[in-house]
């Protein structure tokens, strides 16, 4: 296993994590342990950090993952974010976003009660909470690093200038941003800031919630639990036309007798040796395949030959719904 230092931080994690969201896809016994048995299977192959959230599930997820790393306590490294009101009231898992520093410290105390742990090694505030000033927020994560609860201080989608507002009274450790070869918005300016300050990228989705791995194709009808049946790229007419990524990818996997996926996962690598991707899963073999990203090295001239073919395509549709797009508040 390869490991990577979060920025300047003291935090090192293996350079790829495991994004565990869609872990708790099912209430169903059988179907948990066999999400326990691949978190534990990720840490027997060298996984060392697994990323939750308080809103996913709402709360199970950070049940799960705690019940999975308990007998690794001290190995691993576990983030997780606050920064939404749970609805306990059935319907949506969340009625809006808050970011008020007496509800972060509640939600940390309760999220350190369902992993089992003593101290969170990496909190993010899941999104930017406009009715809440960024510096009121790194102020309370501060606090609960005094009082041993929290190691780092994280974001998630935020822009450059409430990172750099939030690092002004709190070091930020990590921003979680979606970055992949078709969502690379965070190049126009974060990655630029973050690497001033001296703070690493987490990148989620980096598979494009699935599409990158060559296994959707305009025919694959989703589920109607599946929230990617809601996302505007992969709607099939959109699918049709960003297909062009997947051939691209395809193209250097046979020149590297590798898969798309472990192509995507390479080049994401590649590009900063401060970016962690955090690829989901709920498959032992699609662990393994993503695992073996880790020993595909990308010459310079190749780097730049995927980056360039990608810049002269066009991804069509947006990344989330309009409803979900609403929360990004950067």
Known sequence: ?????????????????????????????????????????????????????????????????????????????????????????????????????????????ASLKRLRIETIDLLYQHRVDPAVPIEEVAGAVSNLIRQGKVRHFGLSEASSANIRRAHAVQPVCALQSEYSLWWREPEQSVLATIEELGIGLVAYSPLGKGFLTGTIDEHTAFDSADFRATVPRLAPEARANNLAFVDLLKEHARQKEASPAQIALAWLLARKPWIVP?????????????????????????????????????????????????????
């Open 1 to 109: 296993m390869d490991y990577r230092t979060l920025g300047k931080s003291a935090l090192r994690v293996s350079a790829l994590g495991l994004g565990c969201m869609g872990l708790t896809g099912s209430t169903d016994a059988g179907d948990r342990k066999a999400m326990i048995r691949l978190v534990r299977t990720a840490v027997e192959k060298g996984v060392t950090f697994f990323d939750t959230a308080e809103v996913y599930g709402p709360r199970i997820n950070e049940e799960l993952v705690g019940e999975a790393l308990e007998p690794f306590r001290g190995e691993v490294v576990i983030a997780t974010k606050f920064g939404f009101n749970i609805n306990a009231e059935g319907g949506p898992p969340w009625t809006g976003l808050n970011s008020r520093p007496e509800h972060i410290q509640e939600v940390a105390e």
């Open 278 to 330: 955090i690829p989901g899963t709920r498959r032992p073999e699609r662990l393994e395949e993503n695992l073996g990203s880790l020993a595909i090295r990308l010459s310079a001239e190749e780097l730049s030959e995927i980056t360039l073919a990608a810049d002269r395509l066009t991804v069509q549709g947006d990344r989330y719904s309009e409803g979900s797009a609403r929360l990004i508040n950067r």
